[in-house]
């Protein structure tokens, strides 16, 4: 019965993880394409991007903790943690972490969530983040021009979900706050910040945007609704004679690994891959990630993970993720070189302009 209680715990955490004001990116949409090619510099005024279609791209690596099959009973687990601990200390209660995260798949196998679930979970999540964020002085901002700049990029983006007839309605809302931010949340649901939409070009708007949009099409957002639905399930339907040992095992291990490590850093390097694939794809010059990777290392000054703590991470350290896309980057250029990726600053000044000029008496 502990262990049940605790999974109610980690349905509240899982709620206010989603809902907290905490840098989704940082922290941690497809409109008519112009004719015009954008310039190696990206200096084309009022043009987007021209996307390419065809052979895909090489596909993105999913996080796997380990290589063993999963553990059949909690004798063998807590074996392998002993094993684990005794060959290596500092990495001895990571490796525990990946084998509990092993036993998730099998224990969210029958778990489904309608859209209607899932959008429900998201809206509620959304309504808690924007009540945190007012709180802390970062109000809703209706501004049509922005709103419809932003739109733009996630049309365009779109069409290159795997899972776009999951989410047919993406959602955005706007936040006046200082920090270059974006969040996704389940059900199509997206917010960004207006600090930015003051970064320098329009790459970077981008790769936040496409980012965003990455969680949703990877299930990063539906697997948090999923987890969050078996915590609830083992709390309001306790193991009875229904359930196998087997079953019993497999559900209860998965929870105590979701209560310890209810993050997933892997998901933003996925998110960060995929990302830099559909900016590729589109155009966009991806190294536009990478200062801006920098510029929230100077402001937030992480450190490189500590082996005996890096399972508390929300996201991996900024420097990593900076080299990560300088990797895909060199990935993509040897599948397909191309030599008209742009950043579009111009683009992104004239939407300060529009918004910024002086209305006519």
Avoid at 100 to 125: D, K, M, S
Avoid at 170 to 178: D, K
Avoid at 247 to 264: C, D, I, K, S
Avoid at 314 to 341: E, I, K, S, Y
């Amino acid at each position: 019965m502990r262990l049940i209680s605790l999974a109610r715990l980690f349905a509240i955490l899982c709620a206010t993880l989603a809902a907290g004001f905490s840098e989704g990116l940082a922290q941690d949409i497809q409109g008519p394409n112009e004719k015009k090619v954008a310039s190696p510099k990206g200096k084309a005024k009022g043009a987007r991007p021209k996307g390419r279609r065809g052979e895909a791209p090489p596909a993105c690596p999913i996080g796997v903790r380990s290589l063993r099959p999963a553990a059949q009973s909690m004798p063998e687990l807590f074996e392998r943690f002993g094993e684990g601990l005794a060959k290596n200390p500092a990495t001895g209660f990571n490796t525990f972490m990946g084998e509990l995260a092993q036993l998730e798949g099998p224990a969210v196998e029958n778990i489904r969530v309608t859209l209607n679930e899932e959008r429900e979970a998201g809206r509620r999540a959304r309504t808690e983040y924007l009540a945190n964020a007012a709180k802390r002085g970062y109000p809703v901002v209706n501004d049509p021009q922005r709103l419809r700049y932003l739109e733009d990029l996630v049309r365009k983006f779109a069409p290159r979900m795997q899972h776009r007839d999951r989410y047919p309605a993406i959602e955005i809302t706007l936040l006046e706050a200082s920090i270059s931010d974006g969040q996704s949340f389940p059900g199509g649901f997206l917010a960004f910040t207006t600090e930015l939409l003051r970064e320098p070009d329009e790459a970077t708007v981008a790769a936040v945007v496409a980012h965003e949009l990455a969680h949703l099409d990877r299930g990063h957002m539906y697997g948090y609704v999923r987890r969050s639905k078996l915590a609830e399930s083992a709390w309001s339907h306790p193991p009875n004679g229904n359930i196998s040992f087997d079953q019993m095992f497999t559900r209860q291990a998965a929870l105590l690994g979701l209560m310890f490590n209810p993050f997933r850093p892997e998901q933003e390097d996925e998110a960060d891959c995929t990302a830099v694939t559909w900016l590729y794809l589109e155009g966009y010059d991806p190294k536009a990630l990478v200062g801006f990777f920098e510029r929230m290392h100077d402001r937030k000054n992480d450190q490189p993970d500590n082996p005996f703590f890096s399972f508390g991470r929300t996201h991996p350290f900024t420097l990593d993720r900076r080299d990560h896309v300088l990797t895909r980057l060199a990935q993509l250029q040897r599948w397909r070189p191309r030599q008209d990726l742009g950043r579009f600053a111009d683009n992104l000044r004239q939407l300060e302009v529009r918004v910024e000029a002086p209305k006519k008496p």
